[in-house]
């Protein structure tokens, strides 16, 4: 079913007040001298790590060691990943770099 211009723009309305709103409502809640909650600061200590770690599971999921390219490419890429981030402490060089890299072994490398 095509969709037409009125309701394309109202998706789009609606989706960028829904951000908005996502990305205000903390701010708004959360101001001025109270402390935080300690459940919040906890989250945001162990959350980050816990994100990456399913990120990883996720990107490994399909991965296979049995046949070739034995997962080569995606170790590579992955020790770039880190070696760039330890390396410069910045993380959208490190995924950029890990990514980029990862397409070129897989297209052209171990085609």
């Given at each position: 079913?095509?969709?037409n211009?009125?309701?394309?723009?109202?998706?789009?309305?609606?989706?960028?007040?829904v951000?908005?709103?996502?990305?205000?409502?903390p701010?708004?809640?959360f101001?001025?001298?109270?402390?935080?909650?300690k459940?919040?600061?906890?989250?945001?200590?162990?959350?980050?790590?816990?994100?990456m770690?399913?990120?990883?599971?996720?990107?490994?999921?399909?991965?296979?060691?049995?046949?070739w390219?034995?997962?080569?490419?995606?170790?590579?890429?992955?020790?770039?990943?880190?070696?760039?981030?330890?390396w410069?402490?910045?993380?959208?060089?490190?995924?950029?770099?890990?990514?980029?890299?990862?397409?070129?072994?897989?297209?052209?490398?171990?085609?």
């Amino acid at each position: 079913m095509p969709i037409n211009t009125t309701h394309s723009l109202l998706i789009i309305a609606v989706i960028a007040v829904v951000t908005f709103l996502t990305r205000a409502l903390p701010f708004l809640i959360f101001h001025g001298d109270k402390p935080l909650p300690k459940l919040l600061v906890y989250l945001g200590r162990v959350l980050s790590g816990a994100t990456m770690g399913m990120l990883l599971v996720y990107c490994f999921r399909n991965t296979t060691v049995t046949t070739w390219p034995f997962a080569l490419p995606e170790i590579i890429a992955t020790a770039v990943v880190v070696g760039t981030y330890l390396w410069k402490k910045n993380i959208l060089i490190s995924v950029g770099l890990g990514t980029a890299l990862y397409m070129v072994l897989v297209q052209v490398v171990f085609k």
